[in-house]
T-cell receptor
Framework: SQQGEEDPQALSIQEGENATMNCSYK?????LQWYRQNSGRGLVHLIL?????REKHSGRLRVTLDTSKKSSSLLITASRAADTASYFC???????????FGTGTSLTVIP | GAGVSQTPSNKVTEKGKYVELRCDPISGHTALYWYRQSLGQGPEFLIYFQGTGAADDSGLPNDRFFAVRPEGSVSTLKIQRTERGDSAVYLC?????????????FGPGTRLTVL
């Protein structure tokens, strides 16, 4: 079974608004990564946060990690229509070789 | 430089047939991963290579699935006696170094349809 679960499954917002999506996972991790996937395309790495980090920023992206709750959130500020995509969190497995992806959040940004 | 490429982009086959899916990783990347993604789902880990060896094949669903990477670069995922349930997008990713803290670069995927 997959490690992570994102919520909401789908999110629709107006351009300029902030988008927040959450990820919960089941077992201990060393790092958590967020990826983006445009329809019919491969995944693109957005940001990685290590288990000893609580917050990380990259441009308009802000990721938080709460290992006590086994959860992470991805915030996209000042959203743009081009941010429309599916967003997945991925956690590493016990050996660090496997990566487990969640079911994804489908984000639609309305211009 | 070129990214990860996968061929074919689409493959339609009949139940019971054998298929091969190819992945060309980014030059110099030693780690290579195969995933399977069904509609509406996230990628599901299948197998990981470090160099030429399959370091972790725990995600392969059964013995009909096999993957090779004979020279530590190109990899081929092989599926025998295909079943309709094998229909999915098969994604390949590579990384400059295997480990917990390296991002993976994904190819566009091969969409496999088993009729």
């Amino acid at each position: 079974s997959q490690q992570g679960e994102e919520d909401p499954q789908a999110l629709s917002i107006q351009e300029g608004e902030n988008a927040t999506m959450n990820c919960s996972y089941k077992t201990s991790i060393n790092n958590l990564q967020w990826y983006r996937q445009n329809s019919g395309r491969g995944l693109v790495h957005l940001i990685l946060i290590r288990s000893n980090e609580r917050e990380k920023h990259s441009g308009r992206l802000r990721v938080t990690l709460d290992t006590s709750k086994k959860s992470s959130s991805l915030l996209i500020t000042a959203s743009r229509a081009a941010d429309t995509a599916s967003y997945f969190c991925a956690t590493d497995g016990p050996t660090g070789n496997q990566f487990y992806f969640g079911t994804g959040t489908s984000l639609t940004v309305i211009p | 430089g070129a990214g990860v490429s996968q061929t074919p982009s689409n493959k339609v086959t009949e139940k019971g047939k054998y298929v091969e899916l190819r992945c060309d990783p980014i030059s110099g990347h030693t780690a290579l991963y195969w995933y399977r993604q069904s509609l509406g789902q996230g990628p599901e880990f299948l197998i990981y290579f470090q160099g030429t060896g399959a370091a972790d094949d725990s995600g392969l669903p059964n013995d009909r699935f096999f993957a090779v990477r004979p020279e530590g670069s190109v990899s081929t995922l092989k599926i025998q006696r295909t079943e309709r349930g094998d229909s999915a997008v098969y994604l390949c990713a590579s990384s400059s170094w295997a480990g917990r803290y390296n991002e993976q670069f994904f190819g566009p995927g091969t969409r496999l349809t088993v009729l």
